[in-house]
């Protein structure tokens, strides 16, 4: 559903279901606002179940060695690989990465393209908005 064609929906928020609304959920309440559903026992009427919008967070590459080392001793990996690899050595705008037997060096801008961290994250800086 998309909040263009629901009136009512409060900006920043979007449609789901019209359906009993659990623990949890949110609904309008009669006045328009959000209000979340705190109870074990879902509604005995049909309402509209909304959702906050959560924009994905936005990366960008370290600039350089400096900026990188509070990330320092964070394993990193290849897209897509499962093994865990770790930073050995920064220089200026370059990272050296154990990958099995071989080391391998990455601009800031290529290891942000190849690698992440282990837990998903980009291998960059958060931008906030």
């Known amino acids: 559903m998309s909040n263009n064609q629901i009136p009512g929906v409060p900006e920043g928020w979007e449609a ?28 005995q009427c049909k309402r509209l179940i909304i959702r906050k919008i959560v924009k994905p967070a936005k990366y960008r590459p370290f600039k350089d060695a400096g900026e990188y080392m509070p990330y320092w001793g964070k394993p990193v990996r290849l897209k897509g690989d499962a093994g865990f690899d770790s930073v050995t050595s920064t220089s200026g705008h370059a990272v050296y990465v154990n990958s099995g037997p071989a080391r391998a060096q990455y601009t800031m801008t290529e290891a942000f393209e190849e690698l992440t961290f282990a837990d998903g994250t980009p291998f960059g800086v958060r931008i906030d908005e």
């Open 16 to 43: 789901v279901s019209f359906d009993y609304v659990s623990d949890g959920e949110h609904w309008l309440d009669k006045d328009g606002d959000p209000i979340q559903h705190t109870s074990s026992v879902r509604t």
